[in-house]
């Protein structure tokens, strides 16, 4: 069983994952932290773990957008005074993405890969230890041949399903106009060090609290790591804020190593928190799965769309025309949220439900919300 705790992030992803080893054991995979001010959500969740068992076998940062990344800096100030172990960190920065270019990343990708080199924690372990003088391995596809995966604790293996090198070149000249315009140096951790300490929106909180229609173009987005977790016959497809086709091409190929016409999931975190951009027919035809977790309070960007939505519930319709004989009951789609607010209410009325064969879920409380894969 795989367990998801969409943590309040606002517009953001900060998805807390646990899955259980031999015995009592529990593994862990923080996936994202969120935007710098809704933090205290992932800070105070470390916390609530015993000392002794405050542990993450994997911390994953998809991509480079505020929403994304800035609650990983500040979770890795924190990490010491958390007493928080980490087993390996998975993220693209400058060392992968400069490995076929030659320019750096953007400031915060600078600030996080600044912050990995200075605690020396493991860097895309999982998918080949660097040979002397080299960095770290870029986590994406490669051209052709087989997918990449790692093995994890507890019997769990994830295998990644995007980005692939075409869109970390987009990503490299992308960071490189930003870079010019801040007027940074590129492959300079201890500026970027500098740099961190000054952004007291991105400083760790333990001194504090211890003491549409249209396709997403966005070269971040599509260069975010999306995979494919399992555990003991279950399984969770996670997307970050990945372009529907890319993420379509990487679970094609996939298919094409499993057999299959779809990709049977427990359950799917939306891409880019619903957005219609991201969210298209074309990768939910790849896929085989009733529940749909959406992370998002709406702010900024009024995630989720309803076109999005549409095409889940169209999505699971299509499932049961195929696999249910005319007239039979079917299983509902799930969409479950972890906020209720002005953008994700609109799904919670019965009526609708009933009508459309859904189940909206909402947190019980301000933690945010947890599920069985």
């Known amino acids: 069983m795989i367990t998801v705790e969409m943590l309040p992030a606002a517009h953001g992803d900060a998805l807390w994952i646990e899955w259980p080893g031999k015995g009592s054991n529990v593994h862990r995979m923080l996936v994202d932290a969120g935007p710098s001010p809704t933090y205290e959500a992932v800070f105070e969740r470390v916390k609530k773990l015993p000392p002794r068992s405050r542990h993450l076998d994997v911390l994953v940062a998809t991509h480079v957008d505020a929403d994304h990344i800035e609650g990983v800096i500040r979770l890795l100030q ?64 490669p051209t052709r041949g087989a997918l990449p995966s790692a093995d994890l604790p507890g019997g769990a293996r994830a295998t990644l399903v995007g980005p692939g090198r075409p869109e970390l070149d987009k990503l490299f000249k992308e960071w490189g106009k930003v870079l010019r315009n801040l007027g940074v140096t590129p492959g300079k951790p201890d500026e970027a060090l500098d740099r961190l300490a000054r952004r007291k929106s991105l400083r760790g909180l333990a001194a504090d609290l211890l003491g549409g229609e249209r396709v997403d173009t966005s070269v971040p987005n599509g260069s975010s790591i999306a995979f494919l977790l399992e555990h003991d016959g279950h399984r969770l497809l996670l997307t970050g804020d990945g372009h529907g086709k890319v993420l379509a091409r990487g679970v094609d190929r996939l298919l094409g190593k499993l057999g299959g016409p779809r990709l049977a999931v427990g359950a799917v975190k939306v891409p880019h928190h619903g957005s219609a951009a991201n969210v298209t027919d074309e990768l939910l035809a790849l896929l085989d799965t009733r529940r749909f977790l959406i992370s998002t309070n709406g702010d900024k960007f009024n995630h989720p769309d309803a076109a999005a939505i549409d095409r889940m519930l169209a999505a699971v319709d299509r499932l049961d025309e195929a696999e249910q004989p005319a007239g039979a009951g079917a299983a509902q789609a799930e969409l479950v949220f972890n906020y209720r607010s002005r953008t994700t209410e609109p799904w919670a009325d019965p009526a609708q439900q009933r009508e459309r064969r859904y189940t909206a879920v909402y947190p019980a409380t301000a933690a945010g919300t947890t599920v069985e894969v």
């Open 78 to 141: 924190d990490r010491l005074a958390l007493k928080l172990s980490i087993d390996d960190v998975w993220f693209n920065g400058w060392p992968q993405i400069s490995e076929h270019a030659g320019l750096l990343g953007a400031d915060q990708g600078e600030m996080l890969q600044a912050l990995i080199g200075s605690q020396q924690l493991p860097w895309n372990a999982a998918f080949g230890r660097p040979t002397r003088g080299r960095p770290p391995r870029a986590v994406c596809l």
